[in-house]
Antibody, heavy 124, light 110 residues
Framework: EVQLVESGGGLVQPGRSLRLSCAAS????????MHWVRQAPGKGLEWVSG????????GYADSVKGRFTISRDNAKNSLYLQMNSLRAEDTALYYC?????????????????WGQGTLVTVSS | QSALTQPASVSGSPGQSITISCTGT?????????VSWYQQHPGKAPKLMIY???NRPSGVSNRFSGSKSGNTASLTISGLQAEDEADYYC??????????FGTGTKVTVL
């Protein structure tokens, strides 16, 4: 059974940093692309960032480019999101999501499994 | 990276069919067959309902179907049931090697 468990969320002041983690199990982690998707309270889904199976392709939404960094450790079956210079508008539930895209092109496709999310609140 | 456009709300009576549209551009919906649809009930994580325009994952009811014409994709729910009441989002891969979601549609079963 595929399981994705996010952690690392919490209350943080504007301008500070936070690192999210996603622990994956139930599938061969290093075969697949992974993503972070967020949802602000009462709002829709927003794709944040994606990383291919071998970290060779990485993409960011314009709203986080230059502030957030996605990474993965295939030896630890883990996905990360380093969030710097946080703003109030980054307040959201952050989901980790698996992508069935593996070695081919394009590097990303869609989201077949989702975690339950970790809440990030940016406020003074 | 503009969000794909969906109607804010769609409603129907039990047993009826409804269709949700998802309009993008030739750089996303129109350029790739990586259009997918997600159902989200309140307080729950999204669930994949349709992938690659028209394919259903195992376990998803055949009352859900997807299609695409040009830059617009569509999700049709036939035989509408009370449990179908939820928010629905489309998504597409883009020419910028990113993904983008739609604005979301609230489905109400009357």
């Amino acid at each position: 059974e595929v399981q994705l468990v996010e952690s690392g969320g919490g209350l943080v002041q504007p301008g500070r940093s936070l690192r999210l983690s996603c622990a994956a199990s139930g599938f061969t982690f290093d075969d697949y692309a992974m993503h972070w998707v967020r949802q602000a309270p009462g709002k829709g889904l927003e794709w944040v960032s994606g990383i291919s199976w071998n970290s060779g392709s990485i993409g960011y939404a314009d709203s986080v480019k230059g502030r957030f960094t996605i990474s993965r450790d295939n030896a630890k079956n883990s996905l990360y999101l380093q969030m710097n210079s946080l703003r109030a508008e980054d307040t959201a539930l952050y989901y980790c999501a698996k992508d069935p895209a593996n070695y081919g092109d394009p590097p990303f496709s869609y989201f077949d499994y989702w975690g339950q999310g970790t809440l990030v609140t940016v406020s003074s | 990276q503009s969000a794909l456009t969906q109607p804010a709300s769609v409603s129907g009576s039990p047993g009826q069919s409804i269709t949700i549209s998802c309009t993008g551009t030739s750089s996303d919906v129109g350029g790739y067959n990586y259009v997918s649809w997600y159902q989200q009930h309140p307080g729950k994580a999204p669930k994949l309902m349709i992938y690659e325009v028209s394919n259903r994952p195992s376990g998803v009811s055949n009352r859900f179907s997807g299609s695409k014409s040009g830059n617009t994709a569509s999700l049709t729910i036939s035989g509408l049931q009370a449990e179908d009441e939820a928010d629905y989002y489309c998504s597409s891969y883009t020419s910028s090697s990113t993904n983008v979601f739609g604005t979301g549609t609230k489905v109400t079963v009357l």
